[in-house]
Nanobody
């Protein structure tokens, strides 16, 4: 099956930065909307960011707006999530996923969970001193 694999996580101090990468298996990411998600222990998975396939419009959850940036490198068939000013509450397993329809739902981050078609393994991000 098609899948998206997240990588680049690790341990970082509060205020630090990480860049996560999303790689596709068997398809080209630039034709899909791409979303980033995270799930903390004991919590529901939440949408973090999403970017459309047509015009590259980007969207962010209020909790990360101004700190995280989603971007595409089509030459590398990779989507990134640059995470700056990290906080302990950002600690979670981060996932990326692809939507073949190519848009990010206007209903917001919660709806993105239901719209994405292809998922894969996540990467652990831990923010602590």
């Amino acid at each position: 099956r098609f899948s998206c694999r997240a990588s680049g996580g690790g341990l970082v101090q509060p205020g630090g930065s990480l860049r996560l990468s999303c790689a596709a298996s068997k398809f080209t990411l630039d034709y899909y909307a791409i979303g980033w998600f995270r799930q903390a222990p004991g919590k529901e998975r939440e949408g973090v960011s999403c970017t459309t396939s047509n015009d590259g419009t980007t969207y962010y959850a209020d909790s990360v707006k101004g700190r995280f940036t989603i971007s595409r490198d089509n030459a590398k068939n990779t989507v990134y999530l640059q995470m700056n000013s990290l906080k302990p509450e950002d600690t979670a397993v981060y996932y990326c996923a692809a939507d073949r329809v190519g848009y990010c739902s206007a209903y917001g981050p919660h709806q993105w969970n239901y719209d994405m078609d292809y998922w894969g393994k996540g990467t652990q991000v831990t923010v602590s001193s």
